[in-house]
């Protein structure tokens, strides 16, 4: 569904990605792990077209991405809900909602957001709330119903867990999977929290100083000399 092929991408004169390939399969969890300041959420970047890539191919459902403009990868069906979430706070939760569809060049449709509603009730009961007065939870829900609205085929999640106490992150998580088994949605996850992650992918990657140090799968991350050393630390953090 995705393919990265030789990808460098930085910021000024600083390369934060080099030479980095990857492939994501339609359905299912993806999963970027890796320490701050890997390279993680500048991957998500120039997926999305908020950066350019300095050098390499970023293909979807075998059309090129990299070039495009943001919004025109958002019309291709690939949404980006990025690090900090970024809702709009003085709009209301409603407004807020109606931005994912907009993004997308799409009608606000009422199954859609009755979707959205049946699997984040506290949405619909703060509908006419300024988004700034949620919970760091409830934005996070926010978040993630703005980029449904839009309709993604391939929704890229940037460390949704991050600021979340633990049952809120229990939340987060079994909205995705349900993403993943109701929907049938394709899901490329970015995240620091390795036990988090590997609860729900299928294939992981590890980035180490904007580098790929390791691919596999979730069997094959548990048993990786790479992951426990340059990341988890602990080979019970994984098991």
């Known amino acids: 569904m995705l393919k990265i092929r030789e990808l460098d991408a930085g910021y000024g004169l600083a390369l934060a990605l080099s030479d980095v390939s990857l492939d994501v399969a339609k359905g299912g969890l993806t999963t970027v792990l890796g320490p701050n300041g890997a390279g993680k959420s500048t991957l998500l970047r120039a997926i999305s077209g908020v950066i350019r890539p300095r050098r390499g191919m970023i293909e979807f459902e ?15 069906g690939v ?53 700034g007065t949620l919970s760091g939870g409830e934005q996070q829900m926010l978040a993630l119903g703005r980029a449904l609205l839009a309709e993604p085929r391939l929704l890229l999640l940037d460390e949704p867990s ?43 990657y590890v980035l180490q100083n904007g580098a790929i140090a390791f691919s596999g799968t979730r069997a094959q991350a548990k048993q990786s000399t790479v992951i426990q050393d340059l990341y988890l630390g602990s080979r019970r953090h994984v098991e």
């Open 162 to 204: 991050m600021g979340l106490a633990p049952v809120l992150v229990e939340q987060v998580l079994e909205a995705v999977r349900e993403l993943i088994k109701e929907r049938n949605l394709t899901v490329l996850l970015v995240e620091q929290n390795a036990r988090l992650a590997m609860s729900l992918a299928n294939v992981v």
């Open 62 to 76: 075998g059309k090129r991405l990299d070039g495009l403009e943001a919004h025109e990868i958002v019309g291709l």
């Open 79 to 131: 949404v980006h809900v990025p690090e900090g979430r970024q809702i709009f706070h003085d709009l209301s939760v409603a407004e807020n909602l109606q931005l994912g569809a907009i993004a997308a060049g799409l009608p606000l449709r009422s199954e859609a957001e009755d979707y959205v509603f049946q699997m984040f009730p506290r949405l619909k009961e703060r509908i006419r709330q300024p988004a």
